[in-house]
């Protein structure tokens, strides 16, 4: 999987714990992936 935003892209291994940047993203499927996302409102 693919994390893009406007400070960088970055590829996720499969495995991976990565924080998602507070602005505008997205997530691009390099192959078949399932994804899981946990948010946290303080």
């Not at 940047?21 to 996302?37: F, I, K, M, S």
């Amino acid at each position: 999987v693919r994390l893009t935003a406007a400070s960088g892209d970055a590829e996720l291994p499969s495995g991976a714990l990565y924080p998602i940047p507070q602005e505008r993203h997205g997530l691009l499927a390099l192959q078949d992936a399932v994804v899981l996302l946990t948010a946290v409102n303080d």
